[in-house]
């Protein structure tokens, strides 16, 4: 276990913020965790994984707690293909990912390169080029904060959605992690509805020859073009979510912006955030040290120094001219503390 008092943050958020905490302590198994929940009664603190959507406006008045909870096993390896793979939350996302391809273990290869923690993979319910962490979920292992009792979430009590889940809402800090099982296969089904990888890999004439290595390749590669990389500029990836608007507002949005991209989905119809922020004008553009990306307007970054309250500024400057424009509310992936 490491604990420390009045704590620099710099190293714990992607967006590379000098914020400090009173305590942070990094715990390395179960009973250390369970050990540590008594001292948080009556304090503030929050959980974190590798902070990469994270936003300190300030210095955090309280604990800070993080796992150092590694290792992964199989449970069990089925005679139809299926395997089922645990993780600990300490884990580095991209490590888990490039360790299951190398193993042969297949299903999570969207999903490279998302920087993070295995812990927060099951809070947050990452996704990228048309595929969600929840997909493959099988449970999610916890302890409950107040009585340091095991709690295991089936996938259906995690109610999962758009970039949520009960533990980032109703349960938040309720639970912690501990561990995550994922329900992964020995066969692998490329996944290819996302129409823009799907072009990428014809592009590649990757087609019928495409491994899940190569897959997987692929993906990092086309990140790396779009997204910045945390290791050199500060970042929590997309700052915004995507809005689903109703049919009325589509049909007002659509005849003013001819060329506006849509996509049809449960409960209405999702304009791309970054594409609103590009139209009113932001891409590219910075407010103090903050800016938005210009690969990527739905990405703010950190042109160096920049504080917390610096980056909240720039994203309300963005959301009131969104606001404005199009009369639609962006809501923030970004949590913001
Ligand atoms: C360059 C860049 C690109 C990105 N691209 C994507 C992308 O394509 N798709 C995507 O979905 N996300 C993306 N993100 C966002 C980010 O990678 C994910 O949200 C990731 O899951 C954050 O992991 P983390 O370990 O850093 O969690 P943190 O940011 O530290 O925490 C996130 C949340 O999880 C909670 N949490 C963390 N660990 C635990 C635990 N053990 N128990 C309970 N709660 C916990 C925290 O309290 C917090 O609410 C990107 C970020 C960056 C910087």
């Not at 580095?92 to 920087?115: H, K, M, R, T």
């Not at 349960?171 to 290819?192: A, E, I, N």
């Not at 700052?239 to 991209?261: I, K, S």
Request: glycine share 12%.
């Amino acid at each position: 276990m490491r604990d420390f008092q009045d704590y620099s943050l710099l190293k714990h958020n992607s967006f590379g913020v000098d914020a400090r905490c009173h305590r942070f302590v990094e715990y390395s198994s179960t009973d250390e965790l369970r050990a540590l929940l008594p001292q948080l009664r009556g304090v503030r603190w929050m959980h974190i994984g590798a902070g990469c959507n994270l936003l300190f406006t300030g210095d955090y008045d309280g604990t800070i707690l993080h796992s150092a909870i590694r290792g992964v096993e199989v449970l069990e390896d089925a005679p139809d293909g299926t395997v089922l793979v645990r993780a600990g939350a300490g884990e580095d996302w991209d490590g888990f990912v490039g360790y299951c391809v190398g193993a042969g273990l297949y299903g999570l290869e969207n999903l490279s390169l998302i920087p993070g923690e295995v812990g927060a993979s099951a809070v947050q319910n990452i996704g990228a080029y048309g595929s969600e962490v929840a997909q493959r979920i099988e449970t999610v292992h916890t302890l409950c904060a107040a009585t340091g009792e095991v709690r295991d979430f089936a996938r259906e009590e995690c109610r999962y959605g758009y970039r949520t889940s009960i533990l980032k809402e109703e349960l938040r800090g309720q639970y912690v992690v501990t561990h995550v099982t994922y329900r992964l296969s020995r066969h692998f089904v490329p996944d290819l509805g996302y129409a823009a990888l799907a072009r990428e890999v014809e592009a590649r004439g990757l087609g019928a020859g495409l491994t899940a290595a190569r897959l997987r390749e692929l993906v990092i590669e086309v990140r790396r073009q779009k997204l910045p990389d945390p290791a050199e500029t500060g970042s929590a990836g997309s700052f915004f979510m995507n809005p689903v608007v109703d049919e009325a507002t589509y049909a007002r949005l659509a005849a003013a912006y001819p060329g506006m991209p849509f996509y049809r989905v449960a409960g209405g119809v999702k304009i791309p955030a970054g594409w609103l922020i590009e139209q009113a004008g932001w891409k590219g553009r910075s407010l103090g040290r903050a800016r938005v990306w210009h690969r990527q307007a739905l990405v703010l970054v950190n042109t160096g120094g920049a504080t917390g309250e610096e980056v909240r500024r720039l994203s309300e400057a963005v959301r009131d001219d969104v606001r404005g424009r199009f009369g639609i509310d962006l809501r923030c992936e970004v949590n913001i503390l």
